[in-house]
């Protein structure tokens, strides 16, 4: 998160003695990235953080592979997941790489019992229904319809929803989750040309500093295992930190997207980048304006890349068959593009209402189990005239 944040009570320099009012220390603890090269954010904990009671056994949390080579363009009926009570057994990741999960849940349940963290992957979660509030331990974001949670790596989270109807999309990712960087200036600030600014984004606030002891369950995922730790203290004792490593929220809402006279390629409307895929959001928006425009886009070959696209909301201009929660795969090594008939009706058309993520990898994906399950299995098929 290349923006400075700070909540709650600091002492003016770092490292050195932090006086409770008793007179005791606080312990602080450097939570950093890429070791100590990466952004980072200086925390203050009312106990150690490091009092760990138990280890239970671990769950192996991998995803089943169906399809480990894949060139079938596939449409998944992303609503048929089927809602879970809690949220980490209602993700079901559906396509997958060395670099990215990508998944859909539907959870029904708040996080109550349990604190959990992933200790492998940055979190991208996209709230397509349901609001509540991420509870962290850097302080509360609350989310709703429309909403891009980065939840980077490590952070001990809890999601609370305020009704059992929640529909999310993920990916964990095993790279750092950033902004565009053609979009930032030396210093990490958002330039005039980026399709969103500092101002739009929703910063933890509301830190809630827990002084309890007991015992606390954390669930941390690493290496594709889910551990059950327990803890001697609240996980959420922090009374105050500064940085630049944390959770952040912002609204796919708040994209002002980038038109054109003739069509505008895919990267104007990337949102998120990683070293190894983008996020990009197609929001409702002004079609191109030549007197000749196509507005749909021409048939194209993602050569070297694999594109997810998952849809929100609104008429997807260029494919027929499509509603909300549907996921479509275009694989790498063939091409594809707008279907029969929907080139030419988009022609003199003057805009667009779709809302849909896109997220491209530059590794071909894996198909699950979980994914076949709800693959139409005939999308390959449906450009035949
Ligand atoms: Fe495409």
């Known amino acids: 998160m290349p923006i400075y944040h700070k909540l709650g009570k600091i002492p003016q320099k770092r490292h050195t003695q932090f006086e409770k009012p008793d007179g005791s220390l606080y312990y602080e603890q450097l939570f950093g990235t890429i070791g100590f090269d990466g952004m980072s954010s200086l925390l203050y904990h009312i106990h150690r953080p490091t009092q760990v009671k138990e280890v239970g056994e671990p769950l192996d949390m991998s995803p089943?592979?169906?399809?480990?080579?894949?060139?079938?363009?596939?449409?998944?009926?992303?609503?048929?997941?089927?809602?879970?009570?809690?949220?980490?057994?209602?993700?079901?990741?559906?396509?997958?790489?060395?670099?990215?999960?990508?998944?859909?849940?539907?959870?029904?349940?708040?996080?109550?019992?349990?604190?959990?963290?992933?200790?492998?992957?940055?979190?991208?979660?996209?709230?397509?229904?349901?609001?509540?509030?991420?509870?962290?331990?850097?302080?509360?974001?609350?989310?709703?319809?429309?909403?891009?949670?980065?939840?980077?790596?490590?952070?001990i989270y809890q999601i609370e929803f305020d009704t059992e109807d929640n529909r999310i999309l993920y990916a964990e990712s095993f790279h750092p989750i950033y902004t565009p960087k053609r979009y930032r200036n030396w210093f990490g600030q958002l330039l005039e040309h980026s399709p969103f600014c500092e101002r739009d984004y929703k910063l933890p606030q509301d830190l809630e500093a827990h002084d309890e002891t007991g015992e606390f369950l954390m669930k941390i995922k690493k290496q594709g295992m889910l551990?059950?730790?327990?803890?001697?203290?609240?996980?959420?004792?922090?009374?105050?930190?500064?940085?630049?490593?944390?959770?952040?929220?912002?609204?796919?809402?708040?994209?002002?997207?980038?038109?054109?006279?003739?069509?505008?390629?895919?990267?104007?409307?990337?949102?998120?980048?990683?070293?190894?895929?983008?996020?990009?959001?197609?929001?409702?928006?002004?079609?191109?304006?030549?007197?000749?425009?196509?507005?749909?886009?021409?048939?194209?070959?993602?050569?070297?890349?694999?594109?997810?696209?998952?849809?929100?909301?609104?008429?997807?201009?260029?494919?027929?068959?499509?509603g909300p929660g549907y996921i479509s795969l275009h694989p790498a090594g063939i091409p594809h593009g707008p279907h029969p008939g929907t080139y030419e009706a988009s022609i003199g058309k003057k805009g667009t209402e779709e809302l849909a993520v896109m997220i491209d990898t530059f590794k071909p994906l894996q198909v699950t189990e979980n994914a076949l399950r709800i693959d139409d299995g005939e999308y390959y098929k449906s450009w035949i005239e």
């Not at 048929?80 to 859909?104: A, I, Q, T, Y």
């Not at 979190?123 to 939840?151: R, V």
């Open 227 to 322: 551990h059950s730790l327990v803890y001697a203290t609240h996980p959420f004792d922090v009374v105050g930190w500064d940085g630049y490593n944390f959770p952040y929220g912002f609204s796919i809402h708040n994209f002002e997207p980038i038109t054109g006279r003739v069509h505008q390629p895919p990267p104007v409307h990337q949102t998120f980048e990683t070293g190894t895929f983008v996020i990009c959001s197609f929001c409702p928006r002004l079609y191109d304006y030549h007197p000749k425009a196509i507005p749909a886009p021409y048939n194209h070959s993602n050569i070297d890349s694999d594109e997810v696209l998952y849809y929100v909301d609104g008429d997807f201009m260029s494919r027929t068959g499509i």
């Open 64 to 155: 089943k592979i169906a399809v480990e080579k894949n060139i079938t363009s596939r449409k998944l009926i992303g609503f048929d997941v089927e809602p879970k009570k809690d949220f980490l057994e209602s993700r079901e990741p559906l396509l997958v790489n060395s670099d990215v999960h990508v998944g859909l849940a539907a959870p029904k349940q708040s996080m109550s019992s349990y604190f959990y963290k992933n200790a492998d992957a940055d979190e991208m979660l996209f709230i397509h229904k349901g609001s509540g509030t991420l509870k962290t331990f850097l302080g509360n974001i609350p989310f709703e319809y429309g909403d891009y949670l980065i939840i980077p790596r490590g952070m």
